[in-house]
């Protein structure tokens, strides 16, 4: 027997990136079409399985991968492109990134990880909605960018990541799909 779809266990939420659009409409449909891809990864799970670390031994999960993509927004469209000096959402005292530190995870903490991941996506659509494409920022080591090259940035971060949702939700429950 065949793994269960995605697509025959969810109706697909997302829209498919305009075929004849603008280039800021090309862009932004995307990146909605990979941020739409993550949630429905991860939808129909309970908190455990959300944190489970489902490739030993790799810490990745899905709701690891949440929290990165937040903070993978919150860096360049809040920090490097709205010039908001905001510390990352996932950041230990000793320097390094928590987003795939797993304590145990519970509703709350699980809800609050969704709740920041979409509030980051608001306020990154709002930003990048107030930008010329070509307008540049500084983005520390990375130099100069363009907004342009922060919306292809993104969409590149979101579709990496999404080929590791993919693997992790195979494994916990043999769902598989775009």
């Not at 908190?47 to 670390?53: F, G, M, P, V, Y």
């Not at 920090?79 to 304590?103: K, M, S």
């Not at 993104?154 to 043999?174: K, P, Q, V």
Request: proline share 6%; net charge negative; aromatic share 8%.
């Amino acid at each position: 027997m065949a793994p269960e779809s995605f697509a025959a266990a969810l109706l697909d939420p997302r829209a498919d990136p305009p075929s004849c659009g603008s280039e800021r409409e090309t862009l932004m449909g995307f990146l909605a079409y990979q941020r739409r891809t993550l949630a429905m990864k991860c939808a129909g799970l309970e908190s455990a399985a959300l944190a489970t670390c489902a490739v030993p031994p790799s810490g990745l999960s899905l709701l690891g991968l949440v929290r990165h993509l937040s903070d993978v927004e919150r860096f360049w469209i809040r920090t490097c492109l709205a010039g908001d000096p905001a510390p990352p959402l996932y950041w230990g005292t000793e320097g390094g990134d928590t987003d795939f530190d797993h304590a145990p995870a519970d509703d709350r903490m699980v809800a609050d990880s969704f709740l920041a991941w979409k509030e980051e996506m608001a306020f990154s659509d709002a930003a990048l909605a107030s930008r010329a494409l070509g307008h540049s920022v500084s983005a520390g080591r990375h130099g100069m960018v363009s907004v342009r090259w922060i919306l292809a940035h993104l969409i590149e971060e979101y579709s990496r990541h999404n080929g590791h949702a993919d693997l992790l939700r195979e494994c916990l429950d043999g769902a598989v799909g775009e």
